[in-house]
């Protein structure tokens, strides 16, 4: 079996079991494609003509079964996740990174700004961090996650990017273990999926841990602490970029 025959029996198998795809990959053959370059450690520009050994074609099916019967997402399983062009270590403790905030901050309306001071609030694996540390190489940036357990999954990925004199993790619930310090530009991605909406999420994004994606009864639990005392962590002229999600429309009300 080649290469390419075992990327399209695994994608025949995905988009036979109906799974849900949105942790980085849209569709079965992007999935399949991704399990099999990633986890057999294959160059983007393999021949994908070449034969796949026996211990190959087994590490896949292993894989592509836990996919399948657990519905667990590809990127706990291969222990990583790309945002940005950027790679990050993942596992179960973090939610799968794919905060639009990454684009963002590399938007120029941001990017131009004087920026020495940011906060990543609900850091998580620390990805936003690590992003704004590189997009504002002058700057110091606190992390903060009530969870240690997300910390631990951010201190490996500071390591890994070597941004750890700029990056400061902290275990805080919100702004309240840090003081009277303001702020340049403030990122936010909180908790913000409501009551109904958990309960109605597909089973992929239940391996993902609840206290990171669960934000009370109307999804708001969180923004509007943040929203509330933004204005007194933000320096003059200073920027709030919070993810809200489905929470839009209540926001705005």
């Known amino acids: 079996m080649t290469f390419a025959e075992l990327i399209e029996r695994t994608a025949a198998r995905f988009a036979a079991a109906s799974l849900f795809y949105g942790h980085g990959t849209d569709n079965p053959r992007d999935e399949a494609a991704w399990l099999v370059l990633r986890a057999l450690g294959l160059a983007f520009d393999t021949d994908l003509k070449r034969a796949a050994s026996a211990a190959d074609a087994e590490r896949i099916e292993r894989l592509a079964a836990r996919r399948i019967d657990e519905r667990m ?61 590189r997009a504002f190489p002058a700057a110091e940036v606190d992390a903060v996650d009530i969870s240690p357990a997300a910390l631990a999954v951010a201190r490996k990925n500071v390591a890994h990017h070597r941004v750890g004199r700029r990056v400061h993790l902290r275990r805080s619930d919100l702004f309240a273990a840090l003081g009277t310090a303001r702020y340049d530009l403030i990122l936010a991605n909180p908790p913000y999926v409501s009551a109904p909406a958990m309960e109605a999420l597909p089973a992929e994004y239940r391996h993902e841990p609840r206290v990171a994606l669960a934000g009370g009864a109307d999804g708001l639990a969180f923004v509007a602490r943040i929203l509330a005392a933004a204005s007194r962590r933000l320096e003059p002229d200073g920027l709030l970029i919070c993810e809200v999600g489905d929470a839009r429309r209540a926001v705005e009300r």
């Open 73 to 133: 997402p590809l990127a706990y399983l291969l222990k990583e996740a790309w945002l940005a062009g950027q790679w990050f270590y993942v596992d179960e403790r973090v939610i799968v990174p794919r905060s639009h905030i990454a684009e963002l901050v590399r938007e120029p309306f941001i990017a131009r700004r004087a920026v020495r001071r940011v906060l990543d609030l609900c850091t998580g694996s620390g990805c936003l961090a690590i992003l704004a540390a």
